[in-house]
T-cell receptor, first 115, second 116 residues
Framework: AQTVTQSQPEMSVQEAETVTLSCTYD???????LFWYKQPPSRQMILVIR??????QNATENRFSVNFQKAAKSFSLKISDSQLGDAAMYFC????????????FGTGTRLQVFP | NAGVTQTPKFRVLKTGQSMTLLCAQD?????MYWYRQDPGMGLRLIHY???????AKGEVPDGYNVSRLKKQNFLLGLESAAPSQTSVYFC???????????????FGPGTRLTVT
């Protein structure tokens, strides 16, 4: 079975600085997708960024980028120029390449942003 | 578009009571999911559906039943609520994903359920 591990329960960063959130996963599949979701205090789950395993290039979305190390099964999220609105829970998630499309989530990292 | 909506937003039940959570999506998505979120455990899949009239078990299905009679609705039922079912419940939906294509799951705002 696939598992997703986020070993940092909490992280903090100063406004305008850069922070990296870690995620590792375990799978025997070669076709899969990885995601980072943001959950602010409103509880709404918001997709931040996604990575297809077959793509070697790391995904980027504005201030958010990933470091995808397929051999090491590592998928970290880098947030540049942190803003107060980035404060939230961040969840790493895995989806098999099979059609059923189920997401497996990590336990989350709470990010605090200080002015 | 309202996206994914959930009813109710909050509910308190006594042990043994039953209730149904309603999820509705207006994006014509084929797939729908129910997750529960507990402190320190992330989201876990309860049941899911790949189309109208079909349902399947997820990671933590015990104590729950689901139905998908209409494509836009996915109901989660608790027949006899237990304190262990105190949680935040999220519904999500996504387009049909062929192999090699992954579509985003859109989440509802969640339902906070407390069982006393």
């Amino acid at each position: 079975a696939q598992t997703v591990t986020q070993s940092q329960p909490e992280m903090s960063v100063q406004e305008a600085e850069t922070v990296t959130l870690s995620c590792t996963y375990d799978t025997s599949e070669s076709d899969y997708y990885l995601f980072w979701y943001k959950q602010p205090p409103s509880r709404q789950m918001i997709l931040v960024i996604r990575q297809e395993a077959y793509k070697q290039q790391n995904a980027t979305e504005n201030r958010f980028s990933v470091n995808f190390q397929k051999a090491a099964k590592s998928f970290s999220l880098k947030i540049s120029d942190s803003q107060l609105g980035d404060a939230a829970m961040y969840f790493c998630a895995y989806r098999s390449g099979r059609v059923t499309d189920k997401l497996i989530f990590g336990t989350g990292t709470r990010l605090q942003v200080f002015p | 578009n309202a996206g994914v909506t959930q009813t109710p937003k909050f509910r308190v039940l006594k042990t043994g009571q039953s209730m149904t959570l309603l999820c509705a999506q207006d994006m014509n998505h084929e797939y729908m999911y129910w997750y529960r979120q507990d402190p320190g455990m992330g989201l876990r899949l309860i049941h899911y559906s790949v189309g109208e009239g079909t349902t399947a078990k997820g990671e933590v299905p015990d104590g729950y039943n689901v139905s998908r009679l209409k494509k836009q609705n996915f109901l989660l039922g608790l027949e006899s609520a237990a304190p262990s079912q105190t949680s935040v419940y999220f519904c999500a939906s996504s387009r049909f994903g062929l192999a090699g294509i992954s579509y985003e799951q859109y989440f509802g705002p969640g339902t906070r359920l407390t069982v006393t």
